[in-house]
């Protein structure tokens, strides 16, 4: 957890302040010192929760977030979700250093159902351990794919059912981002089951990422000192001896070799065919005849 971040908390807190907080891909929404509402890029927003959920529809949620939330404010399970998507959002707005930018702002619509204390929410994320640890740090939320396990070493794997939801929607393409908002549940449950099913051999582990090439170092030319310098003339017929230069040769193709044909020896067809001898057909038709 990123200590400048649960610092300028706990300041927005004991000032009373309302406002917006931005903190790298997300924002904190203050209301009096208290948190409204919270959001990240790499996380399931409040819009995608609640359609799931079945608390209101796509139309519903706009009206509302356009300046009609009334409708949206009186179901009771709105309160619950919203808190759901700030702790969710917390969690990985905490968990790196990030700019931090705070401006005075109009309370947020949800500040009527929604108000979490800072100091309880940095506790809440830091209860839910370390960001970095395991086989599936948070950096790779968004990056790399959940990738199916092609064989199973166990003869028995007993599953959750958000395990069996996360398990089912791995298509070797999405990223543990791109399953929650594909069903509409918090992305630090989407980690946990992933990181769960790693464990259990039924998700590979994603590869670690490689460092980039390092490049080559360029060669740097010093002047020689002032007590050295040469005319230019002697410069040009003598050669350096720090500096060689490559001198390259350019040769004419070598003819390709020719191929080799071996003259066949010419036979002269001969002039007439020799007479075929009278007393060998006369035995052939003997032998002929006693066949028959």
Not at 112 to 131: K, N, W
């Amino acid at each position: 957890m990123n200590a400048e971040v649960a610092s300028e908390l706990r300041r927005l807190e004991d000032e009373g302040s309302t406002g917006v907080l931005r903190a790298g891909d997300g924002a904190f929404h203050f209301t009096e010192g208290a948190i409204a509402c919270a959001d990240c890029h790499r996380t399931t927003g409040l819009d995608r929760l609640v359609v799931e959920a079945g608390v209101a529809t796509a139309e519903q949620w706009q009206l509302a977030a356009g300046g009609d939330p009334s409708p949206l404010l009186a179901c009771p399970q709105l309160e619950t979700l919203a808190a759901i998507a700030v702790f969710d959002a917390a969690y990985f707005l905490l968990s790196a250093p990030e700019v931090l930018e705070f401006r005075p702002a109009p309370a947020h619509w949800l500040a009527s159902v929604c108000r979490i204390a800072p100091r309880a929410l940095v506790q809440e994320c830091a209860r839910r351990g370390d960001p970095q640890a395991g086989p599936w740090p948070i950096t790779l939320i968004d990056r790399a794919p959940v990738i199916p396990a092609r064989r199973i070493r166990r003869q028995r794997v007993v599953l959750t059912g958000g395990q069996a939801e996360v398990l089912a929607a791995a298509d070797a393409q999405r990223s543990i981002t791109g399953i929650a908002r594909e069903l509409g549940r918090t992305t630090f449950g989407c980690l946990t089951a992933v990181r769960e099913l790693t464990a259990a051999g039924l998700i590979e582990a994603p590869a670690a990422p490689q460092a980039p090439p390092e490049r080559p170092a360029l060669l740097q030319l010093q002047p020689p000192p002032q007590g050295q310098l040469q005319p230019p003339a002697a410069a040009q017929s003598q050669p350096s001896s720090e500096v060689q230069t490559e001198r390259r040769v350019v040769l004419p193709p070598a003819p390709l070799p020719r191929r080799r044909v071996r003259s066949a020896a010419m036979t002269s067809a001969p002039d007439r065919w020799k007479p075929i001898d009278r007393e060998v057909l006369v035995r052939v038709r003997t032998a002929l005849e006693e066949l028959a």
